[in-house]
């Protein structure tokens, strides 16, 4: 059964699963300057998506690399701004859908492929639908979103516009270690050592 268009547009919106929303202090839910968020949402921990691709950074602005990250999602998900902006661009490239948000400070991030939600001049916040994505060409053999960065024409790694605790894969663990004594149990080994020690000079000068 084949739906009409806005009927799915309207469906992603309404069904689209929330994400946290980062302010700059690590607090969730909030929705300033500073806030962050991932723009499709993936099963992992705090709804971190699955990275098909990273960004690799080129020698030179023609160079090989990936000026990017690909994100795993499929087609109909729900793409967010992951700050808050103004949207610079929405509109096809080379027949490819492109969302564009300037940052405060001269950043901007673009989303593709992506059929947009918004307008040009259209003020967002972090965590806020700006799309949904198309189904290709993709930058992998699944579906992903392709996630960009720049500061004028230099392109960043948009990783890095994410807290560290959003980013990590999940909260940090300590694992047990093996074969090492404890501090207490250490005290109590050298001190029997030293008892051991003293016990045994003491006998050898009696002996004498």
Same mark, same amino acid.
């Given at each position: 059964?084949?739906?009409?268009? =806005?009927?799915?547009?309207? #469906? ?13 202090? $690590? ?10 968020? =991932? ?19 080129? #020698? ?7 000026? $990017?990250?690909?994100?795993?999602? $499929? ?10 902006? &103004? ?11 492109? /969302?564009? /948000? ?21 003020? /967002? ?12 060409? =993709? ?12 500061? $004028? ?23 047990? /270690? ?29 002996? &004498?």
């Amino acid at each position: 059964m084949t739906f009409p268009l =806005w009927f799915s547009l309207i #469906a992603a919106l309404v069904f689209a699963a929330p994400l946290p929303v980062a302010g700059p202090g $690590g607090s969730v839910g909030d929705p300033g300057p500073g806030a962050r968020s =991932w723009p499709v949402a993936g099963g992992g921990t705090r709804g971190r998506p699955v990275v098909e691709r990273g960004f690799e950074p080129s #020698a030179s602005p023609w160079g090989a690399g990936h000026r $990017g990250v690909d994100l795993r999602a $499929g087609p109909g998900a729900a793409v967010r701004s992951a700050t808050p902006g &103004r949207v610079s661009f929405a509109g096809p490239v080379a027949g490819v859908g492109v /969302v564009s /948000v300037l940052l405060p400070g001269g950043l901007r991030t673009t989303y593709e492929p992506v059929r947009a939600l918004v307008s040009v001049g259209d003020s /967002v916040i972090a965590g806020q639908v700006v799309g949904l994505l198309e189904r290709g060409p =993709w930058h992998c053999p699944a579906g992903c979103l392709h996630w960009g960065l720049l500061r $004028g024409d230099v392109y960043l790694d948009p990783l890095s516009l994410l807290p560290g605790w959003m980013s990590r894969c999940g909260p940090s663990r300590l694992l047990p /270690v093996f074969g090492v004594p404890l501090p207490a149990a250490r005290s109590v080994l050298a001190a029997r050592s030293v008892l051991a020690a003293r016990t045994a000079l003491a006998v050898s000068l009696s002996a &004498r």
